[in-house]
């Protein structure tokens, strides 16, 4: 067993130097959380949600539902094989023709990609995009053409998966749409380029009469597109709403719904205010600076996708349903840079459950009994960092300090390209004894 080392478990460290060291990292999370909360916006330290939440996921998991990715994605019938590659973002390239938009979601959060000022407004040279892909990436086999709206660029669409159909072979293509501007004749184009895959995005708060007309363009692409999905952001207060949403969809005999899981995208505060909305608490098991822009998760969006799991399993549908957690959408960036980037492991583990680099450390006092067990053993391969006061070495090693009542500090880690050179950096500690410690924990 590992145990998360936050506010209330912190005094389960007696090593003062351990202590100290660990408290680092929380006090990081302190000012991260008080500089978010500058927006006007709070996080919810509600216990009950929590412990709420828990109970849903052990229901589900006696119901013998799929957990996957370290339990970040969870899922019922059917999961879209994009969806699979996604967790190590590799073979998998998302792009778009520009980020306009004629929709305005108050959620939306692609104020905050890097290009948004150059294309929000204007189309990228997709085609120029496409072959420095075929010529640089290696085994790509899902292909994904999002936005803002691609279907405002209709023709520009078509032959976007009309090019991948003739220079790149047997890849998986997808298309992100609000399902406004799809006609048939549209259809029946994407068809003929073979696309794959259409995901509706579908939003609640839209009358009646565009929810009805959205869910006639997911029945027009039934007959047309081999796989269709429905993928949304599951709002705290819409159960009712969604199971509504669910049957109609059930009745269109819809691939998959992708429940993601809401979040607040540092802007558009006086919405979620509004709305009562608040963050969940802590917003990360490791808190790092992630590529993907969505934000921060809103409380509640995760118990809500989970009852709807159980839900659409207590009811017995067909439909394929997936919850796709915040933390899921981080994991393929953990992945590529633990992987991709050449770095030096020495005494450092890579996990197959979070991709993070690990590594065990006792601190103080306890450095010495830890050479003395490791001597007696002829252990050697360790390392001792006398600025902070520690000794390092693979978690493996752990079992060799049984019978001591020596405490132990599990290292998450990341490499990053700095000033071209590869560097390590130490992300969170968590607290373990040699007694209740097993690899298949980390």
Same mark, same amino acid.
């Given at each position: ?184 004749? $549209?259809?029946? /184009? =994407?068809? @003929?380029?073979? #696309? ?11 009358? +009646? %009469? ?93 118990? $809500?996708?989970? /009852? =709807?799991? @159980?839900?659409? #399993? ?11 957690? +915040? %933390? ?115």
């Amino acid at each position: 067993m590992v145990i998360d080392i936050n506010e209330k478990t912190i005094n389960l460290v007696k090593n003062p130097v351990f202590k100290e060291y660990a408290s680092f990292y929380l006090d990081i999370l302190k000012n991260f959380i008080e500089q978010v909360e500058q927006y006007g916006i709070s996080f919810d330290k509600n216990e009950e949600i929590s412990i709420e939440t828990k109970k849903v996921l052990n229901r589900l998991k006696q119901k013998q539902i799929i957990f996957r990715n370290d339990d970040k994605s969870i899922y019922n019938n059917f999961i879209s094989p994009a969806c699979e590659a996604c967790a190590k973002g590799i073979g998998s390239v998302t792009t778009y023709i520009s980020l306009m938009c004629h929709r305005n979601c108050y959620y939306c959060f692609n104020a905050n990609q890097e290009e948004y000022e150059s294309f929000h407004n204007s189309k990228r040279d997709w085609k120029s995009q496409l072959k420095h892909i075929i010529k640089t990436e290696k085994n790509i086999n899902y292909m994904a053409l999002s936005g803002g709206e691609p279907l405002l660029h209709k023709q520009d669409t078509v032959e976007y998966f009309n090019y991948i159909k003739n220079y790149m072979k047997n890849v998986h293509t997808r298309l992100y749409t609000s399902g406004d501007l799809l006609d048939e004749k $549209l259809a029946k /184009k =994407l068809c @003929e380029a073979e #696309l794959r895959e259409i995901r509706f995005s579908i939003k609640l708060e839209d009358g +009646l %009469e565009l929810h009805n007309t959205v869910l006639k363009k997911i029945a027009l692409a039934r007959q047309y597109i081999p796989e269709v999905f429905v993928e949304m952001p599951v709002i705290p207060g819409t159960f009712e709403e969604m199971k509504q949403l669910i049957f109609d969809l059930e009745k269109l005999n819809v691939d998959g719904i992708n429940l993601l899981e809401f979040c607040f995208p540092y802007n558009n505060r006086d919405e979620y205010v509004k709305r009562g909305f608040k963050l969940k608490y802590p917003p990360f098991k490791v808190l790092y600076n992630y590529w993907y822009s969505g934000g921060l998760a809103v409380s509640e969006s995760e118990l $809500l996708s989970l /009852k =709807l799991l @159980e839900f659409i #399993l207590d009811n017995n549908l067909k439909i394929g349903a997936h919850y796709c957690s +915040l %933390e899921n959408k981080h994991t393929g960036q953990i992945y590529r840079q633990n992987t991709i980037y050449k770095a030096s492991l020495k005494n450092t583990i890579f996990s197959n459950r979070d991709y993070y680099l690990k590594t065990a450390k006792v601190f103080g006092k306890d450095i010495s009994e830890v050479i003395s067990a490791f001597s007696k053993n002829g252990i050697e391969d360790y390392e001792e960092n006398k600025e902070y006061g520690f000794i390092q070495f693979e978690p493996e090693k752990i079992k060799y300090l049984k019978g001591t009542e020596i405490e132990v500090a599990i290292s998450y880690n990341i490499t990053e390209k700095r000033d071209n050179m590869t560097c390590l950096r130490e992300l969170k500690v968590d607290y373990t004894t040699p007694e209740m410690f097993s690899l298949k924990d980390i």
